[in-house]
């Protein structure tokens, strides 16, 4: 297994960003799934990051409180935000929620003696192993499966497809959005907490725009289709830069690019159930 042992030593950094990286996309995933534009997730990441790794060097908390912690925080911000902005929708709701990301960054910024301000957390104790975020990506799976196929998980198909007549029958819409909004920063900040505490340094440039336009890219790149979509989008992002590492001062751009391809050409994401069942149809025919 020495083979095994160089390989993890070079890349295990990479591995486990996948893991958290597929978190983040799982995270808008679900407000996507619920017909909200919402682009906050980057902020909850860094909201969950900083309140983890602050209870454990500051106050010496166990990794489990800490990660507690940091999910409870960024869902304890979503539900304050999410009363007036979920009111919103589609460019203006994503506007908003820009915005209030850019506020996050800045609280950070000028909070030095807690966050460390522009210089950032640096010292975080790598407490995350492979099979915390292992067993994360499973069990935020296996929540969203069931979600999926519950009462609650069709109310979202609903509210998607058209708001007005999921209300009309008897759908409680706002409460709905509440609750997909309010879980996405759940898991956008337990992703921040693993991340922060695989990285040792955490800054507030990590969470800006970027990075949610990152998580969003990975998102719609796989669809929202199925679990699986946001998953591989998470995977093939996150890997895209190691193969082009000749470009990465481009990344930006690429994302973007593949962004628009897959609106144009592929609107439901690369993992569409409908595409991949006609394909193998089309494979078994010949």
Known sequence: MEWFDNFWSIYSNLVLTLGTNAL??????LTLSCGMLAMANAAFMGIGAYTASILTMNFEMPFTVALLGGMAAPMLVAFVIGKPTLRLSGVYLAMATLGFGEVVRVVILNTESWTGGALGLNGI????????????????LAVLFRLRRSKVGRAFEAIKEDETAAGLMGIDVNNTKMLAFVLGALLAGLAGALNAHLTFFIGPNEYGFDRGVEILTMTILGGIGSLAGPVAGAVILTLLPETLRAFNDFRLVINGVILVLIVLFLPKGIWDP???????????ST
Request: no cysteine; proline share 3%.
């Open 125 to 140: 104790p790598q407490l995350t192993q492979w099979w915390h975020i292992a067993l994360a990506v499973v069990l935020a």
């Open 274 to 284: 409908a595409l991949l069942r006609s394909w193998f149809r089309r494979r078994r």
């Open 24 to 29: 983040l996309a799982l995270s808008i995933y």
